[in-house]
């Protein structure tokens, strides 16, 4: 989990993914409102998505679950 805690993490003002959200809306709106700006901001920098929600699939944007966060970080379970 260390690992995990010490991963960069940035704020990132609206106004710099704005641009992005007409598109994410078309993608996801429908499905989870609130998934929008999630998506908007993965679009706009084209990196990919840590979710395990199921929504996100088939939105044009790469999706890594926890377990394959974990597993691409070299902490996966063991048993």
Do not use: H, Q
């Amino acid at each position: 989990m260390l690992a995990v805690a010490s991963l960069p993490v940035s704020i990132v003002a609206r106004e710099v993914y704005a641009g992005s959200i007409p598109k994410a809306r078309k993608r996801i709106g429908k499905r989870d409102p609130d998934d929008v700006e999630l998506l908007a901001l993965a679009l706009r920098f084209k990196v990919p998505l840590w979710s395990n929600d199921n929504d996100f699939e088939g939105c044009g944007v790469e999706m890594i679950t926890t377990a394959e966060l974990l597993k691409r970080l070299g902490l996966e379970s063991k048993g």
